[in-house]
């Protein structure tokens, strides 16, 4: 799980420590906020994933990233599937290090309303509705690789608020 530990280091002047992660927060205050989907906190959880979420994981140090406690349940649902009892101490350790490296955003109210409205527009997962409903109430992009919801907030001018890892590259 090389994307989610936090490190410590000495500062050069003095005995004082300090977090990394701190000074690279102070420098994202103007950088593209974004909540990721669940593909980009399986890693973390031990999950293998497709090469395109893994390559754009390493750029998340340029941004300032969001997780929801939706992508930690969806994830849980798939790990159910495919993960021995014996193996829930690395996932457990997964989860510990997606809430140290990522700033949770929790999801506002009217984002459960918003996530009704693109459902009955034609999107049946709940899940990714509030997720893109709430980056879109905190003013976040949502980072996804599924092209069928992406095609869908398309069709209903709705991807007002969607990146994509290609754009995250090219953001860089």
């Given at each position: 799980?090389?994307y989610?530990?936090?490190?410590?280091?000495?500062?050069?002047?003095?005995s004082?420590?300090r977090?990394?992660?701190?000074?690279?927060?102070?420098?994202?205050?103007?950088?593209?906020?974004?909540?990721?989907?669940?593909?980009?906190?399986?890693?973390?959880l031990?999950?293998e994933?497709?090469?395109?979420?893994?390559?754009?994981i390493?750029?998340?140090?340029?941004?300032e990233v969001?997780?929801?406690?939706?992508s930690?349940?969806?994830?849980?649902?798939?790990?159910?599937?495919?993960?021995?009892?014996?193996?829930?101490?690395k996932?457990?350790?997964?989860?510990?290090?997606?809430h140290?490296?990522?700033?949770?955003l929790p999801?506002?109210?009217?984002?459960?309303i918003?996530?009704?409205?693109l459902?009955k527009?034609?999107?049946?997962?709940?899940?990714?509705n509030l997720?893109?409903?709430?980056?879109?109430?905190?003013?976040?992009?949502?980072?996804t690789?599924?092209?069928?919801?992406?095609?869908?907030?398309?069709r209903?001018?709705?991807?007002?608020?969607?990146?994509?890892?290609?754009?995250?590259t090219?953001?860089?």
């Open positions: 799980m090389p989610g530990f936090r490190f410590t280091v000495k500062s050069s002047v003095g004082r420590s977090s990394w992660r701190r000074g690279v927060l102070l420098s994202r205050k103007s950088a593209l906020k974004v909540l990721i989907d669940t593909s980009f906190i399986l890693p973390a031990g999950v994933v497709e090469k395109e979420v893994m390559d754009t390493p750029h998340f140090r340029r941004f969001y997780y929801s406690e939706l930690i349940l969806e994830a849980m649902w798939k790990i159910l599937k495919v993960t021995r009892p014996e193996n829930l101490s996932v457990m350790m997964g989860i510990e290090s997606v140290a490296s990522y700033k949770h999801i506002p109210s009217d984002a459960f918003r996530a009704v409205e459902y527009k034609g999107h049946s997962d709940y899940i990714d997720l893109y409903s709430t980056a879109q109430a905190n003013n976040l992009k949502f980072l690789i599924d092209q069928s919801y992406i095609e869908f907030l398309e209903n001018s709705e991807n007002g608020h969607i990146i994509t890892p290609k754009e995250i090219r953001v860089i």
